[in-house]
């Protein structure tokens, strides 16, 4: 053992000697971005890591860091592969003296895939909009976080804008509701919840599958039409969103009445289906746009100096770079609140992030004063509930950009946080874990 | 010079058939086999343990299994990846439902329920032959990645598939450490790559080759085609299934059916294509080089040419220069990097006098 500590200190003299060029002695707080850039995904990558990235340029640059505190960041590319994801994990986990604090990589097979790591290295896991849905019992477990909405909350909250529609929940009585899903794990994600749901409102749903990639769907939505739903409820990502649309333009299914997931709701899944895409529905949690101050602000100190992220400029402001600016400001905010508990202009630590995370309420008030009220939903998390929101807004595309079309929308907590409690009792059972009691919890 | 045989004279039958005849090569091979298990664990960080190490050895393990179809039997196969899940759920479910089942035993279950699964699908070889048998082996990727996520059964019920693996107990010693899991599958992949080696040096390997060679001709010659072709599957489907639950077990920790996919089955394909058809040595280097290279690019790429280039710009530079270096290497060498080591071991033979 002792020739492995010699090895390690040799190792982080090396890297300390080798940051020592670049960083200057200023306090410093680092975190890994495992972003994916090349590959059928890079719209989303490229977006989401844009957004972060530029959100880190601005507090830097405008704020000179949090509490005087530079952000810096390395990347990995992980390619949306599994195993090249776990690899930048463990790349990424050190960084000369600085543990990583918090990873994300914007993937669900990689959020699976390190899942279990996280809590034995005490790096938080943040999975916004992706991952496995009962992980929002904070309970079971104490170092994923889901947060703002997961898929069984989206697929209430779906649910529930429909009801809007038809102005009350007990119109939903006898409505026939297709759902025309892409067949890998997550698209099954949110059926439990429909199929619960269908039971209380007694509505009916027919569950078809689209093989993967998705960009064949004649018989699908010859399907839809012999059947006649009243909506479609779409569960598609990547390319298999525009070609629905075609296709059920083709078969003439109207566009308002499809209602997609948040995979579905980004420019780039709507433009390439042109005319047919025209009042298409779409779930969000970070509408798209550019009248949010914080992006204007971004313009102003970050592009306008030419040191934005984005190759073209003209995408921010799209739905996932606005995705990613929210991941940029949930991560700013949580760490100004463990600086504030443990040292402010201080670097933090794993755990003090994870702290951080759990106790992190975003309100009204907070959200206006960062220049992002609207582009994402409040937040409040606790010991027991790592999600936060859970709320969901739909906006509508008319041909050119996203209108949104409803105000966030509540998912039925009830029936929800009965799922994910069931469901992670289950699995604390078969992995022999003793769930925390949150009322120890300070 | 150093690397000279002049001397070593072999007196008796099992000195001139065993698996490295030159003193040098034995030394090196030995001290090789020191260094990974007494050295590595110690010196190397959790970095290089977990993320480079134990998926090497892992990949290299998946690439011997289509090694012995593809390179020693002769016959192209795409469904390495299903195969390799068959392994990790086979696993899983064994220990999830055999209480008090050695995590040893589940493993080699695991194998054993690929190797069926890799006969099964093996049979259309007995009619079908090169790309036509490609297809067919395609057919086992898809379909086994389908019925995966398809039936919950598979994955206990968890609504998207994921399996996340149990812990690893032998005896009452625990593999919850990378030094040990490392370790671990150092283990088992030496054993069964040294059992794959010798496979090849027997009647069996022989008449293997004999079928990739000429199938017609062997059959002439009296090997049994149905038997040695299905054979040559079970094996190499019960490499793959055990490396498909190392991958799930001290590699992932969490796997999903889609990881398992069409291009985990390419790569393990390009693995034995660079590293060298018909060669243990070739799984491990191909191993290596696939998995590595893009690794090194990216930290380069991050860390000094990506200081002045956009990062967009930085992740597809890997990609093209990745590729430029296979075209490279297959220009260079179309044998692999196995006839390049060979190549050089002639050279270093009459080093300093070549005439």
């Given at each position: 053992m002792k020739l492995k500590k010699a090895w390690l200190t040799a190792m982080a003299v090396a890297t300390v000697w080798g940051a020592a060029g670049s960083a200057a002695q200023a306090a410093e707080q680092y975190i890994g971005l495992p972003s994916y850039r090349v590959g059928s995904y890079a719209a989303g990558g490229t977006g989401v890591f844009g957004g972060w990235i530029d959100y880190m340029k601005l507090i830097n640059e405008?704020?000179?860091?949090?509490n005087g505190v530079k952000l810096v960041w390395q990347e990995c590319e992980t390619e949306y592969n599994n195993a090249r994801g776990v690899e930048c994990y463990e790349r990424l986990k050190q960084h000369g003296e600085q543990q990583n604090v918090l990873f994300a990589p914007v993937s669900t097979g990689i959020t699976f895939a390190v899942f279990e790591r996280v809590a034995q290295d005490k790096i938080p896991l943040l999975s916004i909009g992706i991952g496995r849905s009962d992980t929002a019992d904070g309970r079971v477990f104490p170092w994923v976080f889901p947060m703002i909405a997961t898929y069984w909350s989206q697929a209430s909250a779906i649910v529930g804008y429909l009801g809007q529609r038809e102005g009350?929940?007990?119109?939903?009585?006898g409505k026939k509701i297709a759902v025309l899903y892409l067949?890998?794990?997550?698209?099954?994600?949110?059926f439990p919840v429909l199929d619960r749901l269908a039971q209380k409102w007694g509505f009916t749903t027919e569950k078809i599958a689209v093989a993967m990639p998705g960009n064949e769907q004649q018989a699908q939505w010859l399907q839809i039409r012999q059947m006649r739903p009243d909506y479609v409820i779409l569960l598609t990502y990547g390319v298999s969103n525009p070609t629905a649309l075609k296709t059920a333009a083709r078969t003439g299914f109207p566009a308002d009445r499809i209602v997609g997931w948040w995979w579905a709701g980004a420019e780039e899944d709507v433009v390439p289906a042109g005319e047919a895409a025209k009042g298409f529905v779409a779930g969000a949690f970070d509408p798209a746009g550019t009248d949010f101050p914080v992006i204007q602000d971004i313009q102003k100190y970050v592009y306008a100096k030419g040191?934005?992220?984005?190759?073209?400029?003209?995408?921010?402001?799209?739905v996932y770079y606005n995705r990613g600016v929210g991941h940029g400001i949930i991560y700013v905010e949580a760490l100004r609140l463990a600086q504030e508990k443990f040292g402010k202009g201080k670097p933090v630590t794993g755990e003090q992030m994870r702290w951080a995370l759990e106790n992190l309420k975003l309100d009204e008030k907070r959200l206006e004063a960062i220049g992002a009220k609207g582009l994402m939903p409040t937040l409040a998390l606790s010991c027991a509930d790592h999600e936060g929101s859970g709320r969901v807004r739909f906006q509508q595309w008319d041909g050119e950009k996203w209108v949104p079309v409803s105000d966030w929308i509540e998912p039925d907590r009830e029936l929800v946080r009965s799922l994910v409690e069931e469901s992670a009792a289950a699995y604390a059972k078969e992995k022999g874990i003793t769930p925390r009691d949150c009322s120890k919890e300070q | 010079m150093i690397y000279r045989e002049a001397g070593q004279f072999k007196a008796s039958y099992e000195e001139d058939q065993q698996i490295f005849p030159i003193k040098q090569d034995r030394i090196v091979m030995a001290a090789l086999v020191v260094a990974a298990f007494f050295v590595a664990p110690f010196v190397a960080s959790e970095y290089w343990l977990q993320a480079v190490l134990t998926p090497v050895l892992v990949f290299a393990l998946a690439a011997l299994g289509l090694n012995i179809l593809t390179g020693y039997a002769g016959q192209l196969s795409l469904g390495t990846g299903a195969f390799m899940a068959v392994g990790a759920y086979a696993t899983y479910n064994f220990l999830l439902r055999l209480d008090g089942l050695p995590f040893l035993a589940g493993l080699v279950l695991g194998g054993l329920s690929a190797a069926a699964v890799g006969v099964v699908f093996g049979l259309p070889s007995l009619r079908i032959k090169g790309f036509y048998l490609a297809m067919a082996t395609l057919a086992a990727q898809f379909f086994i990645v389908w019925a995966l996520t398809k039936f919950p059964w598979f994955s206990n019920y968890s609504s998207s598939g994921i399996i996340s693996a149990q812990r690893i107990e032998i005896l009452g010693f625990a593999f919850d450490t990378p030094a040990r899991k490392y370790l671990l599958t150092l283990a088992i992949v030496s054993l069964l790559a040294l059992a794959a080696k010798n496979l090849a040096r027997t009647n069996t390997g022989r008449s293997w080759m004999a079928v990739r060679d000429m199938d017609v001709a062997a059959e002439v010659i009296g090997i049994p085609l149905m038997k040695t072709k299905l054979l040559a599957f079970a094996v190499s489907s019960f490499y793959c299934g055990i490396a498909g639950g190392l991958y799930a077990?001290?590699?992932?920790?969490t796997v999903e059916p889609d990881g398992f996919g069409l291009d985990l089955s390419f790569k393990i394909l390009f693995m034995i294509i660079i590293g060298g058809m018909g060669s243990v040595l070739g799984a491990f280097l191909g191993a290596a080089f696939i998995l590595l290279l893009p690794v090194g690019l990216n930290v380069l790429m991050h860390t000094s040419v990506g200081v002045l280039v956009p990062a967009t710009l930085a992740s597809n530079l890997e990609l093209i220069v990745f590729g430029v270096l296979i075209v490279f290497f297959l220009i260079v060498e179309p044998h692999g990097l196995t006839r390049l080591w060979q190549i050089g071991k002639e050279k270093l033979r009459l080093w300093p006098f070549p005439h």
């Amino acid at each position: 053992m002792k020739l492995k500590k010699a090895w390690l200190t040799a190792m982080a003299v090396a890297t300390v000697w080798g940051a020592a060029g670049s960083a200057a002695q200023a306090a410093e707080q680092y975190i890994g971005l495992p972003s994916y850039r090349v590959g059928s995904y890079a719209a989303g990558g490229t977006g989401v890591f844009g957004g972060w990235i530029d959100y880190m340029k601005l507090i830097n640059e405008r704020d000179g860091g949090v509490n005087g505190v530079k952000l810096v960041w390395q990347e990995c590319e992980t390619e949306y592969n599994n195993a090249r994801g776990v690899e930048c994990y463990e790349r990424l986990k050190q960084h000369g003296e600085q543990q990583n604090v918090l990873f994300a990589p914007v993937s669900t097979g990689i959020t699976f895939a390190v899942f279990e790591r996280v809590a034995q290295d005490k790096i938080p896991l943040l999975s916004i909009g992706i991952g496995r849905s009962d992980t929002a019992d904070g309970r079971v477990f104490p170092w994923v976080f889901p947060m703002i909405a997961t898929y069984w909350s989206q697929a209430s909250a779906i649910v529930g804008y429909l009801g809007q529609r038809e102005g009350g929940m007990d119109k939903l009585k006898g409505k026939k509701i297709a759902v025309l899903y892409l067949d890998f794990a997550p698209g099954k994600e949110p059926f439990p919840v429909l199929d619960r749901l269908a039971q209380k409102w007694g509505f009916t749903t027919e569950k078809i599958a689209v093989a993967m990639p998705g960009n064949e769907q004649q018989a699908q939505w010859l399907q839809i039409r012999q059947m006649r739903p009243d909506y479609v409820i779409l569960l598609t990502y990547g390319v298999s969103n525009p070609t629905a649309l075609k296709t059920a333009a083709r078969t003439g299914f109207p566009a308002d009445r499809i209602v997609g997931w948040w995979w579905a709701g980004a420019e780039e899944d709507v433009v390439p289906a042109g005319e047919a895409a025209k009042g298409f529905v779409a779930g969000a949690f970070d509408p798209a746009g550019t009248d949010f101050p914080v992006i204007q602000d971004i313009q102003k100190y970050v592009y306008a100096k030419g040191q934005g992220d984005m190759q073209d400029p003209k995408r921010v402001g799209s739905v996932y770079y606005n995705r990613g600016v929210g991941h940029g400001i949930i991560y700013v905010e949580a760490l100004r609140l463990a600086q504030e508990k443990f040292g402010k202009g201080k670097p933090v630590t794993g755990e003090q992030m994870r702290w951080a995370l759990e106790n992190l309420k975003l309100d009204e008030k907070r959200l206006e004063a960062i220049g992002a009220k609207g582009l994402m939903p409040t937040l409040a998390l606790s010991c027991a509930d790592h999600e936060g929101s859970g709320r969901v807004r739909f906006q509508q595309w008319d041909g050119e950009k996203w209108v949104p079309v409803s105000d966030w929308i509540e998912p039925d907590r009830e029936l929800v946080r009965s799922l994910v409690e069931e469901s992670a009792a289950a699995y604390a059972k078969e992995k022999g874990i003793t769930p925390r009691d949150c009322s120890k919890e300070q | 010079m150093i690397y000279r045989e002049a001397g070593q004279f072999k007196a008796s039958y099992e000195e001139d058939q065993q698996i490295f005849p030159i003193k040098q090569d034995r030394i090196v091979m030995a001290a090789l086999v020191v260094a990974a298990f007494f050295v590595a664990p110690f010196v190397a960080s959790e970095y290089w343990l977990q993320a480079v190490l134990t998926p090497v050895l892992v990949f290299a393990l998946a690439a011997l299994g289509l090694n012995i179809l593809t390179g020693y039997a002769g016959q192209l196969s795409l469904g390495t990846g299903a195969f390799m899940a068959v392994g990790a759920y086979a696993t899983y479910n064994f220990l999830l439902r055999l209480d008090g089942l050695p995590f040893l035993a589940g493993l080699v279950l695991g194998g054993l329920s690929a190797a069926a699964v890799g006969v099964v699908f093996g049979l259309p070889s007995l009619r079908i032959k090169g790309f036509y048998l490609a297809m067919a082996t395609l057919a086992a990727q898809f379909f086994i990645v389908w019925a995966l996520t398809k039936f919950p059964w598979f994955s206990n019920y968890s609504s998207s598939g994921i399996i996340s693996a149990q812990r690893i107990e032998i005896l009452g010693f625990a593999f919850d450490t990378p030094a040990r899991k490392y370790l671990l599958t150092l283990a088992i992949v030496s054993l069964l790559a040294l059992a794959a080696k010798n496979l090849a040096r027997t009647n069996t390997g022989r008449s293997w080759m004999a079928v990739r060679d000429m199938d017609v001709a062997a059959e002439v010659i009296g090997i049994p085609l149905m038997k040695t072709k299905l054979l040559a599957f079970a094996v190499s489907s019960f490499y793959c299934g055990i490396a498909g639950g190392l991958y799930a077990y001290t590699y992932l920790g969490t796997v999903e059916p889609d990881g398992f996919g069409l291009d985990l089955s390419f790569k393990i394909l390009f693995m034995i294509i660079i590293g060298g058809m018909g060669s243990v040595l070739g799984a491990f280097l191909g191993a290596a080089f696939i998995l590595l290279l893009p690794v090194g690019l990216n930290v380069l790429m991050h860390t000094s040419v990506g200081v002045l280039v956009p990062a967009t710009l930085a992740s597809n530079l890997e990609l093209i220069v990745f590729g430029v270096l296979i075209v490279f290497f297959l220009i260079v060498e179309p044998h692999g990097l196995t006839r390049l080591w060979q190549i050089g071991k002639e050279k270093l033979r009459l080093w300093p006098f070549p005439h």
